[in-house]
């Protein structure tokens, strides 16, 4: 039986226009999809966007639109994204569609018939930015003497009927839970935020709203919907066709990880861990937060006018450079800044000089020396066994750091033995053995076409089109690309394309 993972991205809200930050989550979850893949795993990969609710109310009005068909727009647009960053999702869920609505129905009626659900008076502070309820000791007062959420978002004082969930009656079992998974929460940091907040004793939430409409009506009481967030972190059962438990696709649930930011955590590992305990269902394995992206040492924001729109980048930069350097700049779980001279660098640093002339170099040496041909393997020196046996410890090195989600220790490791690569070349130097040394050379060409091999499949789900590019010119079948496959070597003798450069450099317009 195939082993199956399931990860998700958060579903995005679609108030406004798909930035940077994103894209961010959606490619550190696709790298991991297709490594998964690669790895031989059964994946389902989820991605989509997050559409009821006041803040969505309130955009489609700006735009005196209704909202679903502003919603339509706005989700084609991430849609859009998605597909332009090469996002390599099995679904792209949207919270307005049918079945995700039937799956947040039956959810509200299991969580009810389990008693974990009451109908009260909500009175207190909600942030329609973040699109959450606050607790009067959490609030902030800036200098000008506004009182804010924690989040610098503006709150305003909300009074009206509201159904509950007990979350008071789930501190203990949440306790218990993360105690038991400690890898549930990831990074460490974020894991004792976590604790720390349940262990500061829970209040029940309020799950419904009564002041506008757009939203899932709460089955049996017209005026109500459901709260946005419940509706939303529901999408990723309604995926796997809950309420439907024995569908295929319900295999995949418990997911095996879903990739958040920093600001969401809360939501992703205390409510919805007691909502699907709450309603027999198991918890997710896995929540991992990263950091916010600034640009230019300052916040993200449309008033600032420093939104950095991803597919813009891809246009200029390459797809493959920008989801390289997202991923290599800054350790994931970090808060990182965004700056085009550091893009530029990597580009041409680490992408053209260090691994695109290293490809270079030895496709043309093969095909001007070799006949165009992969050359036969030959007889190894020390120094030859040492750069295979470096090259050949990635995949199962990669797979530690991917599957916690060090994908920049994923990186680094890579350019290990991509500048060992380099070095070997230049100690070796094949072109001057070309008239001193012909057979010796050929070996050594070939050393690099098996390390480059390696180095290419590995990378493939940093950069699929490029290393696609790589691969083929290295002679390497479109079935022989997973990671099972590099254990049976090439033919002696394969024909090989004429070399293409693959990393351009990037010089700014003058
Ligand atoms: O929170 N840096 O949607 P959202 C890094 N609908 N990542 C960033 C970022 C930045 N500057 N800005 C956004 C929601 N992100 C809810 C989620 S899930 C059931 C519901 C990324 O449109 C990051 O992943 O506000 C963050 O968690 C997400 O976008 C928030 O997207």
Redesign the pocket.
């Known amino acids: 039986m195939t082993d199956r993972y399931f990860l998700t ?5 679609v ?1 406004g226009a798909p ?4 894209a ?2 959606s490619i550190a979850a696709d790298v991991l999809a297709r490594w998964k893949r690669l790895d031989g795993f059964d994946v389902f990969f989820l991605t989509g966007t ?1 559409e009821h609710g006041q803040k969505v109310e309130r955009a489609a009005a700006d735009e005196q639109l209704d909202p679903q068909r502003f919603a339509d727009g706005v989700a084609a647009d991430f849609r859009d994204m998605a597909d332009r960053m090469g996002i390599s999702y099995d679904r792209f869920i949207r919270t307005t569609e049918a079945d995700h609505k039937a799956a947040c129905t039956a959810l509200w009626q299991r969580l009810e018939q389990a008693g974990d659900i009451y109908l009260g008076d909500y009175a207190g502070w909600y942030a329609v930015r973040d ?1 959450a309820f606050y607790a009067e000791d959490e609030l902030v007062t800036k200098p000008d003497g506004l009182r804010v959420a924690p989040t610098g978002a503006p709150v305003q004082w909300v009074r009206e009927p509201s159904f509950f969930f007990r979350l008071s009656q789930w501190q203990d079992r949440l306790l218990r839970f993360y105690d038991e998974n400690p890898d549930f929460i990831a990074p460490p940091s974020r894991r004792n935020e976590v604790v720390s907040f349940v262990r500061g004793g829970l209040h029940d939430l309020s799950i419904s709203r009564t002041s506008f409409t757009w939203g899932i009506p709460v089955p049996g009481h017209p005026g109500h919907v459901m709260y ?2 419940l509706d ?2 529901t ?2 059962i309604t995926a796997c066709g809950f309420p439907d438990t024995d569908a295929a696709s319900w295999r995949y649930w418990p997911a095996d990880l879903h ?6 955590v809360r ?2 590992a205390v409510y919805w861990p007691a909502f699907l305990m709450a309603a027999g269902l198991s918890p997710p394995k896995r929540v991992y ?6 640009v230019e040492g300052e ?2 924001s449309k008033s600032l006018g420093n939104v950095i729109e991803p597919r813009e980048l891809a246009a200029t930069f390459g797809l493959d450079a920008v989801r390289y350097f997202l991923l290599r700049e800054v350790p994931f779980g970090n ?1 990182g800044d965004f700056s085009r001279r550091a893009l530029i660098q990597r580009m041409n640093g680490e992408l053209a000089n260090d691994l695109g002339n290293l490809a270079q170099r030895s496709l043309s040496l093969m095909a001007r020396n070799c006949g165009g041909r992969l050359p036969a393997r030959g007889e190894e020196t020390t120094d030859d066994g040492e750069l295979l046996a470096s090259a050949k410890a990635l995949p199962p090195l990669l797979r530690a750091h991917i599957d916690a989600q060090r994908f920049h220790d994923a990186l680094e490791e890579v350019w290990r033995v991509v500048r060992a690569c380099n070095a070997y070349i230049d100690r070796q130097a094949p072109w001057s053995l070309r008239r001193t040394d012909p057979a010796r050379m050929a070996v050594v060409l070939r050393v690099l076409a098996d390390a480059l091999r390696i180095l290419a499949t590995v990378l493939q789900p940093f950069m699929p089109d490029s290393m696609a590019r790589m691969l083929d010119q290295l002679g390497v079948p479109a079935d022989h690309r997973r990671l099972a496959m590099l254990a049976h070597p090439l033919p002696d003798g394969t024909l090989l394309p004429p070399p293409q450069g693959i990393f351009p450099r990037y010089a700014e317009p003058a």
């Open positions: 991205t958060p579903i995005y809200y108030n930035h940077i930050g994103h961010y989550t997050d699109e946005v967030w939303a972190l999408n990723y990739l958040v930011g920093k600001e969401i939501f992703h937060s990263h950091g916010w992206w600034t916040k993200m808060d």
